[in-house]
Each structure stands twice: as structure tokens, then as C-alpha cells.
């Protein structure tokens, strides 16, 4: 039979008597209106048509449905409502299985739990990621997961908003079957279904309760990771009560919630970052530049940063060769990297396997001459102009012509670093995060000479890391220690003004950040920010308000964590208040003559966004961040802003008729 379409994006044929349903709704088949009457007209059509025994549903490409459509959230309604799609596929008289080729994400996954049966392509997943949204499923998916799987598992799967692979997901009983032809084998499984008894999961009873420890502890861990927000706690509630609600009021339970939670500033915040995060690799008129393939990447220097460059270029499949300065310090090297591996493969990040392989790809050398094999250099030394000038210079007449240079310093100017080689266009920022290997955020410095094909390819290049690339100018800290000095700032004058480093940092807590400034200064040690403070104490503008108290503290020896002290004391290891900072910040106040005032969190937290948004300001007007998007994806990403806050930026913009964040 041919071809019938139903809507612009649903057809479907028929195959073997089986109505083969396609979804082709690019880039990710989301469930848009259009999706969802095209579903219900062919639902419709099937009904009535003797010739077709059952349902077999499937997207085109490589997702199997990614989703409600995300764009359409906050805009007026269209019929028909999801829901209702999935109660007809649910109660259907002839037999619906999904051929799940890719993703079933969310309403994706709601519309596959509803069918009477799912076969699983190689590429398939599942997962009900709303709550990383700040949304609970709204289609069912917390009252039909739980009848499939049980509570603890759906406390894991909907609480974290993880997805699952084929294995798990067969494992799990989500899945009937793997098969390389999923619709093949949908096709034969609606013939085993017809004239049986269909497999209505909304009508399966829920697990018999299951060890209420094990659910209590699936619950605890999904809360103890969901610090701020509301929608895991919501949707934990919505799973457990599907052992007392039925069907009907449990759907009917789980809408509300999604509803309320959907049209929440929490979700609002999320949504944001979802798109934002997708938008920051973007460069306008980009997508005309062709990008190099980058096969073998080379590393310059495997100290902590280095080697988790190398560990994450090995773990997405590249070669690697890692430069350091002798054939002791390389064999170091080689063996921090592998060390790296170990620990991915006893977290069970990496099978052991995975580590041969990589090790197999991996050349440690003192040779420079060896990065003539490499595609791009990242150089990863020691944070000194004069010492990335040299290897800079150096590299030029050893690499080849076509080969990128990257470097990843945090505060030096790249273009001075660029300027010192002979084609400065080949030169890009890489700036990572450290641990490298485990950070997703990377500054791509787009540098005053850097051409449009090396840019591209930097893109690309940590596209393929896995990683989330954020495009940005040069200044001094690019956008992310920018702000982040500036808020440190601000903090500082804080303190001197009369709140105390514990007060600040609880405020930072309370809004959602993991930890406060002072305890991640600590962690991080005060010696390098130190450093910095004697380097530009030359050239500092006398008139600019300047606060001592870190001096101080640092003459003291008080350098943070390792040194057992710094902005708190370290007994035994656990955080604690410490009266001598407390002195010295007060004899601080007293020898600038400052009458201390007591600030409330909101108050100190409306200092501080400030901060960070006038910054944020001045980087967008000097062109460092294209989009105010791009600094909230930094600062979520690289510097523990509550994501459920939506970063700086969109914050500012939601509060700003209020007078305090
Ligand atoms: N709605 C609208 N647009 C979506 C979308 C969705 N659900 N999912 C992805 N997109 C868009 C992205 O914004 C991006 O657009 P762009 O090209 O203009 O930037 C494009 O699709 C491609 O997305 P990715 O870059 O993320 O593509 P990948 O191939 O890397 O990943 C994916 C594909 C795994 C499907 C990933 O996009 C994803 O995780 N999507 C979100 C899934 C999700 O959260 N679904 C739940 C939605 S809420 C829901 O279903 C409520 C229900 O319970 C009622």
C-alpha cells in the first residue's frame, strides 16, 4: 500500500498487515501539535481499517521521539492534548508496539510505555528527563514506569532524569526484545500480539511493595543530588503514590503537578539553560567555515590539567601524544594518565577494556619533534607569558602547517601568546575546567587573528569531547574568572562593610550554590589569586578601593585547605568558623575607620548578583559573551550557579522589578 501522510510529520504504510507509524519531525521528532493529531488521525484511520491488523510506531532518523516540544511550553494549548494521544494508543484495540530506533525522552518515552509492547534498536534509550527541566513527567510516565519497573527503579530513572541504554533497559523490563531491524521485529511482535489479550500497562498492578528501605534509600539519593528544587521531590511523590492512587487519579494527579510545575520560575530557569546551552557553541555565519578532522591531539605538559585533557581525548577516541619536558616527567605523565583511566573503570565510568584502548592510543614522549603527528596542539604549562611565548615558538617549526595550536591558559592574553608565532591565525583558546576529564564546560577563545576553519574545528573538537563549548573574546579571565573576580570582590568589600565569610557563604548555600565563595577559595588554595594581587599591585589604580583581609591571611600562611587553614579553620578535615579570621577582618574594618553593619542573605545575595551582572554587562557590550545566555551557561557549568536559578543574567532579568534577589 502507499504512502499515506496524516500531518506534515506523521505518515505511515502498510507492511506485512501492520500500519508501520513514522515520525519525522527534525531534528528530534519532538511531540509538537502537529506530531500529536498526525498520531491521532492515523490512530483514527487504523481503527477502521480491516487490512491492518496492528501499530507499529517509529521516528525517522536517529531518535525515536525526543519529547513534547519544549518550544511550545508557555505558548496557548493546541488539541489534542498528549495525554489523551497516549490513553488511545494505551486503549486500542489492536495491538501498538513501539520500534524504539533512538532516544525516548520524556512524552518520547510516555508514548513508548503506553504501547502494548517495545522492541529496542541498537541506538535506543530511554529516559524521563523533566525533572531536569523543573518538570515532573505530564503524560503518564510517572504512573506507568512505576507498574513496569517498580518503585525503586522509577524513584532512580525519574527522580535523576538519567536515561538508559538497550541492556539496562531490557534488564529493567522496559524492553521485549533488541534487534538490528526494530520495526522488522515490532512487526512480527504485533503478529504474536493479535487476537491475545493486550498488554495495557496502565492497568498492570504496581510491584508488590517493595523493601521499604530500598525505597527509602532510592529516594534519599535522589534528594540529597536535587539541593533547591522542587520537581525531583515532586515527582518521587507522583511514583510512590501509584501503590494507593488509581489509575485515573494518579494521571489526573501527576497533570496538575506537571502544570504548575511547568509555569514555575524554576522551570523557566531550566528551559532556559537547556537552550542556552545548546546556543553557546554557536557563531554566526559559522556554519560556512569547514572544519578540520582532528584525529591526533597533542597535550604540552601532563600535570593535573594536562593529563585530563589527555584522558578525555582518549576516552572520545582520539590519539594522543603527550609532550613533557623529560623522559622521567613524561613517564609521570603516562602514569597520571593511567591512574586517571583506573579510577574511571572502578567507578564504572570506563570497562577495563575501554583503558587498553585508550592506553593503546596514548604516546608519551620528551621527542617535540613527535607532534608532528598531531592535528592539535593544546599546550597545558605552567600559566607564564614568557613560558607559553617560548613553547609557542618553538612548536611553530615542528608542527605541521595545517596543525592547530590551543592554549589553555586562564589569565594571560592569547593573542600575545598567538602574536608570537609566525601564523597567528592557526592559534584558538581552549580554556578547560579542572579536573578536565570530568568538567564539561570549555572557554574556545576566539582570538583577534584566530581564521573561521580553526575556530570550527576547536568547536567541533570539544563537541566530540562531550563536553559544552561556550565561545568567547579575549580579556583578561575570558568570561568565567571575569565574573568570578568580581564577585570575589564584591564579597570582599562585604566583609569589610560587616558580614563575616560564614554569613556570605551561607547565603550562597542557601540560594543553591554547593559551597560559598570563601569555602571554594579553601579548596582551591589562596596562593595563586595571591600572586596575582603582588603581579598587578604595581599597577593597581590607588584610587580603587582595595581590601587586605586575603593579604592577611596568606602572610599568615593561612593558604587554605592544604595548609589546614585559610578563610575557616580545617580540624580534622571539617569546616570550621575561626575566631582569628574573624580578628583579622575586624582589625581590617577598624584601620580603614568602617562603622560594620549587618547584612541579611538577601542582601548579601543582591550584592553579589549585582556584581556578577554588572560584569556580565560589560562583557556583552565589549563583545568577550555574544549572548547573556552564554555567561549564565559558565557560570552554572564552571562555578556551581544553581542551574534551578537559571544563572546571573536570567535571574537579574526575572527579579529586576524586586528589590532583592
Ligand atoms: N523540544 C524542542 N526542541 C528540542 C527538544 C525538545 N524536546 N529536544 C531537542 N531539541 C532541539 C534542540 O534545542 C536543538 O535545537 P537547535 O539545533 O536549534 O539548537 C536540536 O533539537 C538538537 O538538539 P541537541 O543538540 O540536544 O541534539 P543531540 O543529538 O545532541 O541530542 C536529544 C538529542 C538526546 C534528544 C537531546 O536533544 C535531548 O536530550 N533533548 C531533550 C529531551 C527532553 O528533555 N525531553 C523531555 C521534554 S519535556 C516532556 O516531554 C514533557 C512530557 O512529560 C509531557
Known amino acids: 500500500m502507499a504512502h499515506i501522510p496524516f500531518s506534515k510529520s506523521v505518515s505511515a504504510r502498510l507492511r506485512d498487515s501492520v500500519f508501520v507509524v513514522v515520525i519525522d519531525n527534525p531534528p528530534v521528532n519532538a511531540l509538537s501539535a502537529d506530531v500529536r493529531s498526525g498520531l491521532m488521525a492515523a490512530l483514527d484511520h487504523v481503527a477502521s481499517l480491516d487490512a491492518a491488523t496492528g501499530i507499529v510506531l517509529t521516528g525517522a532518523g536517529s531518535t525515536f521521539i525526543g519529547g513534547a516540544d519544549i518550544k511550545e511550553f508557555g505558548k496557548p494549548s493546541v488539541e489534542p492534548m498528549l495525554p489523551e494521544v497516549i490513553e488511545r494508543i494505551e486503549a486500542f484495540g489492536k495491538p501498538v508496539v513501539a520500534a524504539v530506533n533512538g532516544a525516548a525522552l520524556g512524552g518520547g518515552c510516555e508514548v513508548a510505555l503506553a504501547c502494548h509492547g517495545r522492541i529496542v534498536g541498537e541506538k535506543a534509550s530511554f529516559g524521563l528527563p523533566e525533572v531536569k527541566l523543573g518538570i515532573v513527567p505530564g503524560a503518564g510516565g510517572t504512573q506507568r514506569l512505576p507498574r513496569l519497573i517498580g518503585l525503586v527503579a522509577a524513584i532512580d530513572l525519574i527522580g535523576s532524569g538519567r536515561a538508559v541504554k538497550t541492556g539496562e533497559a531490557v534488564a529493567l523490563g522496559l524492553a521485549d526484545g533488541i534487534a538490528t531491524d526494530p520495526v522488522g521485529a515490532a512487526i512480527a511482535l504485533a503478529h504474536e500480539f493479535t487476537g491475545k489479550p493486550l498488554r495495557r500497562t496502565g492497568v498492570i498492578c504496581v510491584p508488590p511493595a517493595e523493601d521499604p528501605a530500598a525505597v527509602s534509600a532510592a529516594e534519599a539519593k535522589v534528594l540529597a543530588k536535587s539541593r533547591g528544587q522542587s520537581a525531583p521531590a515532586e515527582a518521587i511523590r507522583l511514583v510512590k503514590a501509584t501503590g494507593e492512587l488509581d489509575l485515573r487519579q494518579g494521571l489526573a494527579e501527576e497533570r496538575a503537578t506537571f502544570l504548575r510545575l511547568r509555569d514555575s520560575s524554576e522551570s523557566a530557569a531550566l528551559r532556559h539553560i537547556f537552550f542556552a546551552e545548546r546556543a553557546a557553541g554557536k557563531v554566526e555565519g559559522l556554519d ?3 572544519s578540520r578532522k582532528i584525529e591526533t591531539v597533542a597535550v604540552v605538559g601532563t600535570g593535573l590539567m594536562g593529563s585530563g585533557i589527555a584522558v578525555s581525548a582518549l576516552t572520545s577516541g582520539h590519539r594522543v601524544i603527550a609532550l613533557e619536558q623529560t623522559p622521567e616527567a613524561a613517564a609521570s605523565g603516562k602514569a597520571r594518565i593511567a591512574e ?20 593503546a592510543r596514548l604516546q608519551t614522549t620528551a621527542e617535540a619533534k613527535d607532534l608532528v603527528k598531531a592535528d592539535l596542539v593544546i599546550e597545558a604549562v605552567f600559566d607564564d607569558l614568557t613560558v607559553k611565548t617560548d613553547l609557542f615558538r618553538r612548536l611553530d617549526g615542528i608542527v605541521r602547517a595545517d596543525a592547530i595550536l590551543a592554549t589553555n591558559t586562564s589569565y594571560l592574553n592569547p593573542d600575545a601568546i598567538a602574536a608570537a608565532t609566525a601564523d597567528p591565525s592557526r592559534v584558538v583558546g581552549l580554556h578547560f575546567f579542572s ?29 566530540g569531547l562531550g563536553k559544552l563549548p561556550v565561545v568567547c573574546g579575549v580579556t583578561e579571565g575570558f568570561i568565567g574568572n571575569s565574573i568570578f573576580s568580581a564577585y570575589r570582590r564584591e564579597a570582599e568589600f562585604m566583609l569589610e562593610d560587616g558580614a563575616l565569610p560564614q554569613e556570605i557563604d ?28 603582588k ?34 579553620a580545617y580540624p580534622d578535615g571539617k569546616r570550621t568558623i575561626d575566631p582569628e579570621v574573624t580578628a583579622v577582618i575586624e582589625a581590617a574594618r577598624a584601620a580603614k575607620n568602617i562603622a560594620s553593619r549587618s547584612f541579611t542573605p538577601a542582601e548579601i545575595m543582591s550584592r553579589l548578583l549585582k556584581a556578577m ?31 534551578h536559578r537559571g544563572g546571573p543574567m536570567f535571574a537579574a532579568e526575572q527579579n529586576k522589578d524586586q528589590p532583592h534577589a
Open 288 to 290: 560556512k567555515a569547514s
Open 340 to 359: 586517571t583511566l583506573d579510577k574511571s573503570v572502578r567507578s564504572g565510568r570506563l570497562t577495563a577494556g575501554g583503558r587498553d584502548d585508550c592506553l
Open 435 to 463: 579536573p578536565a576529564n570530568v568538567m564539561r564546560l570549555v572557554e574556545v577563545v576566539d582570538c583577534a587573528k584566530t581564521a573561521p576553519e580553526v575556530l570550527a574545528s576547536a568547536l567541533a573538537f570539544v563537541k
Open 506 to 533: 551561607a547565603a550562597l548555600e542557601a540560594y543553591g550554590f554547593p559551597m560559598g565563595i570563601f569555602a571554594v577559595n579553601d579548596m582551591a588554595g589562596l596562593e595563586i589569586a595571591w600572586a596575582r594581587r
Open 535 to 568: 603581579r598587578q599591585a604595581a599597577t593597581r589604580d590607588p584610587a580603587a578601593r582595595y581590601v587586605e583581609i586575603a593579604d592577611r591571611l596568606c602572610e599568615a600562611g593561612r593558604l587554605g585547605h592544604k595548609s589546614g587553614r585559610g578563610w575557616y
Open 613 to 643: 551582572v554588572d560584569e556580565g554587562t560589560a562583557l556583552l557590550a565589549d563583545g568577550v559573551a555574544a549572548r547573556p545566555g552564554d555567561i549564565d551557561v559558565v557560570m552554572i557549568n564552571g562555578y556551581g550557579f544553581p542551574a
